[in-house]
């Protein structure tokens, strides 16, 4: 049992390592495979990262926050997904906490966040 244990985070290790290192306030696009009937698609899915969750474990996930003609969407990935074909880093973001929360609350440019040097 402790062989597949070992296995499994092994894997679990190289799918991180693909991906790039990100965290709350970065803004990111997720290509995510979609299943339509007998079809499969990639949809990408670009938005800001609000948090990373139970980091460093395998039930490790980051919720990503878009404004998609003037409505909110929030989605949650586990970072272990299969469906996940790749993760791209567009910008830093300059945040002094780990959970951006408040950005529910505002609109507009009062949502921007500054861009990290």
Request: glycine share 8%; hydrophobic share 35%.
């Amino acid at each position: 049992m402790s062989e597949l244990i070992k296995f499994v985070e092994a894997e679990s290790k190289a799918v991180k390592e693909k991906l790039p290192a990100f965290g709350a306030g970065d803004t990111i696009n997720v290509h995510y495979k979609i299943k339509e009937g007998n079809k499969e698609r990639v949809q990408q899915f670009q938005g800001t990262v609000l948090q990373v969750r139970n980091q460093g474990s395998n039930g490790e996930t980051f919720t990503v926050r878009k404004i998609s003609s003037g409505i909110a969407v929030e989605r949650i990935f586990p970072i272990l997904s299969p469906n996940i074909e790749k993760i791209d880093l567009v910008r830093r973001g300059r945040v002094r906490r780990a959970r951006l929360f408040y950005l529910r609350g505002r609109k507009g440019k009062a949502a921007r966040i500054k861009e990290k040097l």
